[in-house]
T-cell receptor, first 111, second 113 residues
């Protein structure tokens, strides 16, 4: 099993700015997923990127994956106050079952 | 459509008691996960079911914890002789396979007094 480690631990930005969060992992992966969690709620799946993909978009979200550096990034463009949440990356080992979450990045978007 | 449902949403009990936490996954989802989350931390993996069988239970912290999924849909996480350190939010997620997105419930907040 392996854990994704998010960086930074916390990020505070103004509404309208872009937010970038990074994730590093240690071994080969099948895919890597990003999730968002609002306070007191369960996690919400944002994007899944497979090991043979380099970039993926969904609305204001852009995810990149660099398997040579074992890293991924999540970019949220034109952030909104409603984007305030914790964001987690979840790498899935090749052949693995378990998803190991890191401590996440806490994003605060000021209106 | 209906999402993942977890009951109860809150559970307060005394140390030493037995508790059961229930998860109703999205209909048709074969994969089911249990996690435990403490304040300020990410979810901690407990167990993964593929159908009725536990494909990976390596995250269960000790033998006081047990989970079942007898008919491949609803799952119950059982905790015996609860301890104060078991206090956490217990999250359930379901999906269409181990490498597919997971859909989470809002969790059961367990407090052991």
């Amino acid at each position: 099993s392996q854990q994704g480690e998010e960086d930074p631990q916390a990020l505070s930005i103004q509404e309208g700015e872009n937010a970038t969060m990074n994730c590093s992992y240690k071994t080969s992966i099948n895919n890597l997923q990003w999730y968002r969690q609002n306070s007191g709620r369960g996690l919400v799946h944002l994007i899944l990127i497979r090991s043979n993909e380099r970039e993926k978009h969904s609305g204001r979200l852009r995810v990149t994956l660099d398997t040579s550096k074992k890293s991924s990034s999540l970019l949220i463009t034109a952030s909104r106050a409603a984007d305030t949440a914790s964001y987690f990356c979840a790498p899935l080992n090749t052949g693995g079952f378990k998803t190991i979450f890191g401590a996440g990045t806490r994003l605060f978007v000021k209106a | 459509g209906a999402g993942v449902s977890q009951t109860p949403s809150n559970k307060v009990t005394e140390k030493g008691k037995y508790v059961e936490l229930r998860c109703d996954p999205i209909s048709g989802h074969t994969a089911l996960y249990w996690y435990r989350q403490s304040l300020g931390q990410g979810p901690e993996f407990l167990i993964y079911f593929q159908g009725t069988g536990a494909a990976d239970d390596s995250g269960l912290p000790n033998d006081r914890f047990f989970a079942v999924r007898p008919e491949g849909s609803v799952s119950t996480l059982k905790i015996q002789r609860t301890e104060r350190g078991d206090s956490a939010v217990y999250l359930c997620a379901s999906g269409q396979g181990r490498d597919q997105p997971q859909h989470f419930g809002d969790g059961t907040r367990l407090s052991i007094l």
